[in-house]
């Protein structure tokens, strides 16, 4: 009996993804491969199922050899979720094993399948009766279980036949459905759906059919044969037919007048079931004559909903204590989708329905109130006006509405809305436009775009049983869309992974784009389509015809925007494509003031455009910035193309971006490193944008040397040392006059250089420096190719050279008085000269006295280097305990910076320190960690064999205590970890990872020993 009990509250989903509830709770199911098998398994609910086909299910081609015992286990963790309070070793009395298979037992309407079944056989039943209003009550019900794809998320063969077999049924019964409306008097209500079934499988015959008597029901003869000879001119171009005999017969009849395709006659007072159009309206319902059906009339989803959940349940959350949520967002965002899947899942709390009026096809602000009247289904024959109608008609009922694409109509729409708020206690309304309603009491939600892995993510390979789900919604939207568009399915693979996030990285997340670049598959390759984006507006376009204008092609969307814009907007929308990224109000007001448009204005444009989503704002520890998106930026940048100002707006973004960087240099020895770091994180971009402005514009060369020389401090602060070798080398090769500027620039990239390694290219450059600057008589410069000129021969294993140079180098700077983080550097590097000499006490005072001169001036960056070196001082003295303390504060402060070059060091010297003390496993997981970071970061140790010694005798200690097998897959597990790991593990804020004997995913090598 109590099992019984527990079959029969069990409730399995499988129309979406896959759920498991027990009375209200949602069970969890487990992981991937064991939801496959539950899903398989409740296909063929109370039917056995082989052991071959779950294998086959669950691994398809890919079994590992141990395939029946990891079947076993995953049974083994389905009986504990389905039967938690089943005692150990008692036979399962829900999932049993038999000779033909397992076995699944599921309570009768414990199954939606088995209830979507019984209804769509209820529903045709009745339509074979003639039932006609059982029929729609029955494939509404139908319908309506359906909450996406069949076990959505989960991936598998089997699995996917299922979904199209099932997918192909769902079509069905929404032409059925459809059918049986119209059969019972609906008119216009179903055309907008026709045309998205239409849009969405432009190959059904049927639907044609069907949208071809929904407008001769409306009077609209001509556009019902117009469908006509675009579905016979679809179906001749791509499968060389002709319509088929149904088809046909409705063009003949629309012809004909033929009395077959007239309405049925309104239903009476007192007649026992109305008619009912659309999704369950009344047909020729007068106002106030009875309560609106509780079904709405939401159209149903004819492509796959991806991702989204975190809007869905904010809005969720929302609607109910707000009485008008507005979603807002930039064109093709997915803003109507978003609040339709909204509006489904709050319907059971609104017992007189969930509305949907399409506002985007209306052009005539005044027929806003009779356009949602028609879409309650009210027809009021009293003489009032459409607001009076329906607020008689709503009052005291609980209806949400959905009003969809407001931009265009808000001088009408806001007031509407306000005064029908007001008016109905109980009416709720979503509304979605591409700027706000600007009532009171109303809460806009910012649609944002979907989410791609970020640029810098390493891409994670496609497997069996691994879903795109896992690689981003917009990654999996992509997927989606390819695969209902190419001929034979379209798949993410290895080959085409990396190529498809970059396309939907291009299109910033836009939905419409994606799909619009989906679509291009037909005729391209992914790695084609790619290539062709620089032209995007030409080649995002769409041919099918139920498409609304303004979404068929992706240049239509932004023009719609560019309309809904004043003029100075406009105009400040073109100026603000010059930057790559984001920006602040100040930059922007300093770039964008010219005479036609003083900075003064800025604010309340740039508010103006935020409002309009075409500028998102985004929050940043530095304030607010904003940001146009790559697909509004290139609209924008033509715009300004044809304005003719675009040089000379380049010019102003450049002189901005010169005068930041020198700012920041200035800046940097101080309290404010922090902010400046972060800052200049955030500028990143657009600095690029001015150094190539710089080095592609004639006679702006040398302006480019002296942003490139500025930013040194950016460069070697936070980890860029390589792009700075990039543009240093080609602003230095494009201005070779003597010079100030030049001079600089040379010391610069001399210390660049050595950072990288490349110690005879520091040595040239510091050597060129030091006679430009006796030529030009710079003393500033000649004192940093001196010391450049040291650090190279200290990384260069000349010692006494180095401290020669170095002692000249400090001489130098205090006879100029300069000081800056630069010049402490120069006292850190000759510490570091003394350790290798064998003077280490001498090294420890230095870096004592560099110290005190970083904590007065509250200097960060270069405390963190000043540590390392006397944690190294320290280790050379024997001091294990102070070297470990210096070690690691020296990485705390090298991790805020995102120094990668200081924490590969600091890292590393706490692996020595770790193997001289003996904890050999997290020596070598460290020691591997700090190789695989120095390999990405250039060459290794610099280069220098001193450098080098300890940690190869990190690694001999290592060995020697592990083994060589052992220390060979410990180094490699530290070679896998992600940089944060790798901090955490050297700070120990995290446990030491066990090793794996596996070969390492993205390790540059195979290990250090042997």
């Known amino acids: 009996m109590g099992d019984a009990m527990t079959s029969a509250t069990l409730r399995f989903e499988v129309l979406g993804p896959l759920r498991v509830r027990r009375g209200g709770l949602e069970l969890d199911a487990g992981p991937v491969q064991q939801r496959v098998m539950l899903a398989v398994l409740l296909l063929s609910a109370n039917r056995p199922v082989s052991r071959e086909r779950l294998i086959d299910a669950i691994w398809g081609e890919a079994v590992p050899g141990r395939a029946v015992n990891l079947l076993q286990r995953h049974a083994a963790g389905l009986r504990r979720?389905?039967?938690?309070?089943?005692?150990?070793?008692?036979?399962?009395?829900?999932?049993?094993?038999?000779?033909?298979?397992?076995?699944?037992?599921?309570?009768?309407?414990?199954?939606?399948?088995?209830?979507?079944?019984?209804?769509?056989?209820?529903?045709?039943?009745?339509?074979?009766?003639?039932?006609?209003?059982?029929?729609?009550?029955?494939?509404?019900?139908?319908?309506?279980?359906w909450r996406g794809r069949l076990c959505e998320g989960l991936a598998g063969p089997l699995l996917s036949a299922e979904r199209d077999r099932l997918e192909e049924d769902r079509l069905g019964v929404v032409e059925e459905r459809i059918e049986t409306d119209l059969a019972l008097g609906a008119d216009a209500g179903p055309v907008a759906e026709l045309r998205r079934l239409i849009d969405a499988h432009p190959l059904r015959e049927r639907p044609y059919g069907l949208l071809m008597r929904a407008l001769h029901r409306s009077g609209r003869q001509a556009e019902a044969l117009q469908v006509y000879q675009e579905a016979r001119r679809l179906l001749a171009d791509e499968l060389g037919i002709e319509p088929g005999a149904e088809l046909r017969l409705v063009q003949e009849q629309i012809l004909t007048a033929d009395a077959a395709l007239s309405p049925p006659a309104p239903a009476r007072a007192g007649t026992a079931e109305p008619a009912r159009n659309d999704d369950g309206r009344s047909v020729g319902v007068t106002a106030g004559a009875e309560p609106l059906p509780a079904a709405g009339n939401l159209p149903a989803e004819l492509t796959s909903f991806v991702d989204r959940q975190r809007e869905l349940s904010e809005i969720g959350k929302?609607?109910?204590?707000?009485?008008?949520?507005?979603?807002?967002g930039v064109g093709g965002v997915g803003k109507t989708r978003l609040a339709?899947?909204?509006?489904?899942?709050?319907?059971?709390?609104?017992?007189?329905?969930?509305?949907?009026?399409?506002?985007?096809?209306?052009?005539?602000?005044?027929?806003?109130?009779?356009?949602?009247?028609?879409?309650?289904?009210?027809?009021?024959?009293?003489?009032?006006?459409?607001?009076?109608?329906?607020?008689?008609?709503?009052?005291?009922?609980?209806?949400?509405?959905?009003?969809?694409?407001?931009?265009?109509?808000?001088?009408?729409?806001?007031?509407?809305?306000?005064?029908?708020?007001?008016?109905?206690?109980?009416?709720?309304?979503?509304?979605?436009?591409?700027?706000?309603?600007?009532?009171?009491?109303?809460?806009?939600?910012?649609?944002?775009?979907?989410?791609?892995?970020p640029e810098a993510a390493r891409p994670r390979?496609?497997?069996?049983?691994?879903?795109?789900?896992?690689?981003?919604?917009?990654?999996?939207?992509?997927?989606?869309?390819?695969?209902?568009?190419?001929?034979?399915?379209?798949?993410?693979?290895?080959?085409?992974?990396?190529?498809?996030?970059?396309?939907?990285?291009?299109?910033?997340?836009?939905?419409?784009?994606?799909?619009?670049?989906?679509?291009?598959?037909?005729?391209?390759?992914?790695?084609?389509?790619?290539?062709?984006?620089?032209?995007?507006?030409?080649?995002?376009?769409?041919?099918?015809p139920t498409a609304l204008p303004r979404h068929q092609t992706l240049q239509a969307t932004v023009d719609w925007s560019f309309q809904l814009c004043t003029d100075k907007e406009r105009l400040l929308w073109a100026r603000l494509s010059t930057f790559t990224d984001t920006f602040d109000l100040e930059t922007a007001e300093a770039v964008c003031d010219l005479d036609d448009l003083p900075a003064e204005e800025v604010l309340d444009l740039v508010d103006g455009l935020v409002v309009k989503s075409v500028l998102i704002r985004e929050d940043s520890t530095g304030g607010v910035r904003f940001r146009l998106l790559e697909t509004l930026r290139d609209h924008g940048r033509k715009r300004l193309s044809d304005s003719g100002l675009q040089a000379a707006l380049r010019r102003r973004?450049?002189?901005?971006?010169?005068?930041?960087?020198?700012?920041?240099?200035?800046?940097?020895?101080?309290?404010?490193?922090?902010?400046?770091?972060?800052?200049?994180?955030?500028?990143?971009?657009?600095?690029?944008?001015?150094?190539?402005?710089?080095?592609?514009?004639?006679?702006?060369?040398?302006?480019?040397?002296?942003?490139?020389?500025?930013l040194y401090f950016f460069w070697v602060g936070c980890g860029h040392v390589e792009e700075a070798q990039h543009w240093l080398g080609r602003a230095l090769a494009l201005d070779r006059e003597p010079s100030h500027e030049r001079a600089k620039a040379l010391w610069v990239l001399s210390r660049i250089a050595y950072l990288r390694g490349d110690m005879p290219g520091s040595a040239a450059r510091s050597q060129e420096c030091r006679q430009l600057a006796r030529t030009l008589g710079d003393d500033t410069a000649l004192a940093y190719g001196t010391h450049m000129a040291g650090a190279a021969a200290l990384l260069g294993d000349d010692a006494q050279r180095a401290k020669d140079l170095l002692e000249d180098a400090l001489r130098r700077y205090v006879a100029l008085g300069e000081l800056n983080s630069v010049v402490i550097m120069a006292q850190v590097q000759l510490a570091m000269t003394c350790v290798s000499i064998g003077t280490p006490d001498r090294a420890v005072r230095l870096c004592c006295r560099a110290r005190a001169i970083c904590d007065v001036h509250d200097e960060t960056w270069t405390l963190?280097?000043?540590?390392?070196?006397?944690?190294?001082?320290?280790?050379?003295?024997?001091?294990?305990?102070?070297?470990?303390?210096?070690?690691?504060?020296?990485?705390?402060?090298?991790?805020?910076?995102?120094?990668?070059?200081?924490?590969?060091?600091?890292?590393?010297?706490?692996?020595?320190?770790?193997?001289?003390?003996?904890?050999?496993?997290?020596?070598?997981?460290?020691?591997?960690?700090?190789?695989?970071?120095?390999?990405?970061?250039?060459?290794?140790?610099?280069?220098?064999?001193?450098?080098?010694?300890?940690?190869?005798?990190?690694?001999?200690?290592?060995?020697?205590?592990?083994?060589?097998?052992?220390?060979?897959?410990?180094?490699?597990?530290g070679a896998r970890l992600a940089p944060d790991e790798v901090v955490a593990l050297a700070l120990e804020t995290a446990a030491t990872p066990s090793t794996e004997r596996r070969a390492p995913e993205h390790a540059t090598g195979t290990g250090r020993f042997g």
């Open 461 to 544: 390979a496609p497997a069996a049983g691994r879903a795109p789900e896992e690689h981003g919604a917009a990654v999996t939207l992509f997927t989606h869309r390819a695969r209902a568009a190419v001929p034979g399915g379209f798949s993410l693979s290895p080959e085409n992974q990396a190529i498809v996030v970059r396309i939907c990285r291009r299109l910033d997340g836009i939905p419409l784009a994606i799909e619009l670049a989906a679509g291009r598959l037909r005729a391209l390759s992914p790695a084609q389509l790619l290539a062709r984006l620089d032209d995007r507006f030409r080649v995002l376009t769409t041919a099918r």
């Open 653 to 710: 973004h450049r002189d901005w971006y010169l005068a930041l960087a020198e700012q920041g240099e200035a800046e940097w020895f101080g309290p404010k490193q922090a902010d400046w770091a972060a800052r200049m994180r955030l500028e990143h971009a657009n600095l690029r944008e001015a150094l190539t402005f710089c080095l592609t514009t004639p006679g702006e060369g040398r302006a480019g040397v002296r942003i490139a020389a500025a």
């Open 81 to 145: 979720v389905l039967e938690p309070e089943r005692r150990a070793r008692t036979p399962s009395q829900l999932l049993t094993w038999t000779e033909a298979g397992y076995l699944l037992k599921v309570a009768p309407g414990g199954l939606d399948l088995d209830t979507l079944t019984a209804q769509m056989d209820r529903g045709r039943s009745a339509r074979a009766a003639g039932d006609l209003p059982a029929a729609a009550e029955a494939l509404h019900a139908a319908l309506r279980l």
């Open 864 to 973: 963190a280097y000043v540590l390392y070196v006397q944690a190294f001082a320290e280790w050379a003295r024997g001091d294990r305990g102070a070297a470990t303390l210096h070690a690691r504060e020296s990485l705390r402060l090298k991790r805020d910076f995102r120094d990668r070059l200081g924490i590969a060091m600091a890292v590393d010297l706490l692996g020595w320190i770790a193997a001289a003390e003996g904890r050999s496993h997290r020596a070598a997981v460290l020691l591997g960690a700090a190789e695989e970071e120095w390999n990405t970061i250039g060459l290794p140790w610099f280069g220098s064999a001193h450098w080098r010694a300890p940690h190869e005798e990190g690694e001999r200690l290592a060995r020697q205590a592990l083994g060589h097998e052992a220390c060979e897959d410990a180094f490699r597990t």
């Open 318 to 328: 929302l609607v109910p204590a707000t009485r008008l949520v507005t979603l807002t």
């Open 340 to 453: 339709l899947r909204a509006a489904l899942n709050l319907r059971p709390g609104f017992s007189d329905g969930v509305w949907l009026v399409e506002l985007a096809g209306l052009s005539d602000p005044e027929l806003v109130e009779h356009t949602v009247a028609t879409a309650l289904g009210i027809q009021d024959q009293s003489g009032r006006i459409p607001l009076s109608a329906l607020v008689r008609h709503l009052r005291n009922r609980k209806v949400l509405l959905v009003l969809d694409n407001c931009e265009h109509l808000l001088s009408t729409c806001s007031p509407f809305v306000d005064s029908l708020l007001r008016a109905v206690e109980g009416l709720r309304i979503i509304a979605t436009s591409r700027q706000p309603l600007a009532i009171d009491g109303e809460r806009i939600f910012a649609v944002r775009p979907l989410g791609v892995p």
